[in-house]
């Protein structure tokens, strides 16, 4: 559901570039057991991407004072007007596949800016924490909003390190942009999303071993 390379992959000197780190046609990809639902077409399976990257920028702006926050669903729960939406609606942003044997690996990629991103899967349950109950990034807390926060030079717009990965009907990421400057800040988020038509795969224990392996999201969590 969630990779992330180092960031010191964005200024490697072999210049690894965003599209060099997304799946290609011939990728193989794993799933863990635990995925269940409209996902367990999935659970514990493997795959091969059928496609070469079909890649579509999806870039999403808001503006926020300090101290306040805005969250993005990535889901498709809720559909958008047939207008265009205010700023201010509320809604999903699409960015699901919309049946199954899809995979969207989505690259994140942020602005500069003072802000960070909180990571909800799904809505009010953290990913980013640590194990103790009783310590949680609190977005209303001075010192935990801090905690597990991802910040524009953790995976930044040209070269994005930080990857979410989407099925059809799946649970939905939040993620919550906060702003940390002294004033009013544009906080821009731009994914971009590779549409991946998967096909059946037997992999070898090697071949296992070199493909992409995707937990469900209570497998991040809890130690």
Known sequence: MITELSPTMARSITSV?????????????????????????????????????????????????????????????????????????????????????????????????NYFIQTFIPANKYIYTVGATSIYPDINSPIWRYLGAKYPKDSPMDSPVWFLYTMWNMVPIILRLYCDGPDFEKMTVEFKINKCQLVPKALTLDQQSKALLLQYSNELVGF
């Open 17 to 113: 570039r965003p599209e060099d780190l997304l799946l290609k046609k011939g990728s193989w990809v794993t799933f863990s057991k635990t995925w269940a639902g409209d996902q367990n077409w999935a659970a514990g399976n493997s795959f091969e991407v059928a496609n070469e990257p079909l890649v579509v920028k999806y870039p999403i702006s808001r503006v926020a004072p300090t101290g306040r926050y805005c969250d993005i669903d990535l889901s498709n729960l809720v559909s958008p007007s047939s207008t265009i939406p205010a700023i201010t609606a509320i809604f999903s942003w699409q960015m699901y596949p919309v049946k199954t044997q899809q995979l969207y690996q989505i690259a994140v990629g942020m602005k500069p800016g």
